[in-house]
C-alpha cells in the first residue's frame, strides 16, 4: 500500500521545494492549500507536514481540526514555523503534534525525520507479527478512504474451511503455517495484478481481507482456489491425504469425519453509492462468503448486486 504525504502550504512554490527534498522515496506526496484541508483528511495520509509560515488560519486550530478528525487521530504531524516563542510552541505541541520544527530547517534533519517517522509508521501498523499484512486499523482506514471517494472497486473476503480441525490434528504450530501459506497465496494473486490499486490485509486468525479496483473478479477468485489447492497438500501427511479426509475426536470421544481444509471466498463489488459505509459491505461480505462455504471444497462467490 501507498504511503501518502501531505503538505499543507498555501504557498505551493515552497511545498514543491519540500516535495522535491523527499522526491527520490517512495512515498507519494501531495501539496494542498488550507482551504483542501478537508480533502486531505479525507483521504487519511500517512503524515501531515505544515509550514505555519505560509498559511492563513490559525496553527493551532488547524491541529485541533486534524485530532479532532475521527480518521486522523493517529496521523503524525509535522509543525514548520519561524516563530521561536517557547510559549507557542507549547500550544502547537499541545495539540498532539509530533514535531515542531524551527526555521530555517536543515534539509537532512527534515528529511530524515520524515523518513524515519514514515518507517515507524509502516512497521507498527504492520500489527500481524505472524503474516506482516495490515490488522483491521488499516484494513478500516483503507475501505472508509475508498467509499469517502466514491470509488469503484471489490472487496474479498477469504477464510479457511475446517481449520480448527486441522489445529486439533495438527497443532497451532502447523495452523501458524497454514495460515502464512494462506497469507502468500492471496498475495501473489492479488498483488501481481497489474495497474491495480490493490490492498491485502489479515483481520485475525484465518480470516483475510482484500481490496482491488475494477477487473476480473473471477479469475482472481479461481487463481487462488487454484494454487491453494495445488500446494495445500505439503500441510497435510500423506495417509490424511488418502484419506481426503481429517478425523477429529468430539467431546463425546467419538471420531468425526471433516474434509481437508480448503479456502472460501467471498466478493462484493462495490459500485458508487451502493454503500454509504463500510459495516454495510461488511454485512454484504459475510452473506456472500458464507454462500460459498455451503459448498464442500475451495469455492467462491460473487455479489454483483447494484442495489
Keep these: 500500500m501507498v504511503q501518502e504525504i501531505y503538505i499543507i502550504d498555501d504557498n505551493l512554490n515552497n511545498a514543491n521545494e519540500i516535495k522535491e527534498l523527499l522526491k527520490g522515496e517512495t512515498f507519494k506526496i501531495k501539496c494542498v492549500i488550507t482551504d483542501q484541508i478537508d480533502v486531505a483528511l479525507k ?88 503474516t506482516g499484512l495490515p490488522g483491521n486499523v488499516q484494513i478500516h482506514a483503507e475501505l472508509k478512504k475508498r467509499v469517502l471517494n466514491n ?22 504450530l502447523k495452523g501458524d503455517e497454514m495460515i502464512k501459506f494462506t497469507a502468500k497465496t492471496l498475495v501473489r494473486n492479488i498483488h501481481g495484478i497489474k495497474d491495480n490499486n490493490c490492498f491485502v490485509g ?21 487463481d487462488i482456489i487454484a494454487e491453494f489447492d495445488k500446494l495445500v497438500e505439503q500441510y497435510f501427511t500423506k495417509e490424511d491425504l488418502e484419506k481426503g479426509y481429517l478425523e477429529v475426536e468430539n467431546r463425546k470421544g467419538i471420531l468425526e469425519q471433516f474434509p481437508l481444509t480448503s479456502i472460501s471466498i467471498g466478493v462484493v463489488e ?7 459505509n463500510i459495516l454495510e459491505i461488511g454485512e454484504v461480505g459475510a452473506q456472500v462468503k458464507h454462500a460459498a462455504k455451503t459448498i464442500i471444497g475451495s469455492s467462491y462467490a460473487i455479489d454483483r448486486r447494484k442495489k
Design 43 to 130: 483521504n487519511i495520509p500517512s503524515l501531515i507536514i505544515i509550514d505555519e509560515d505560509y498559511i492563513q488560519v490559525d496553527i493551532v486550530e488547524l491541529c485541533q481540526k486534524i485530532r479532532s478528525n475521527e480518521d486522523n487521530g493517529i496521523t503524525p504531524i509535522i509543525v514548520l514555523s519561524t516563530n521561536n516563542e517557547k510559549k507557542h510552541r507549547i500550544q502547537v505541541l499541545e495539540k498532539a503534534v509530533e514535531y515542531y520544527i524551527r526555521k530555517p530547517v536543515d534539509n537532512d534533519y527534515l528529511y530524515y525525520t520524515v523518513k524515519n517517522i514514515m518507517r515507524l509508521m509502516y512497521m507498527n501498523r504492520r500489527v500481524s507479527p505472524l
Design 151 to 172: 470509488d469503484e472497486f471489490a472487496v474479498i473476503y477469504a477464510d479457511l474451511d475446517n481449520f480448527k480441525e486441522y489445529n486439533d490434528v495438527y497443532g497451532f
Design 202 to 222: 489479515h483481520i485475525g486468525g484465518d480470516d483475510f481481507v482484500a481490496i482491488v479496483s475494477k477487473t476480473d473478479y473471477e479469475k482472481i477468485c479461481q
Design 270 to 276: 462495490v459500485d458508487k453509492g451502493r454503500f454509504s
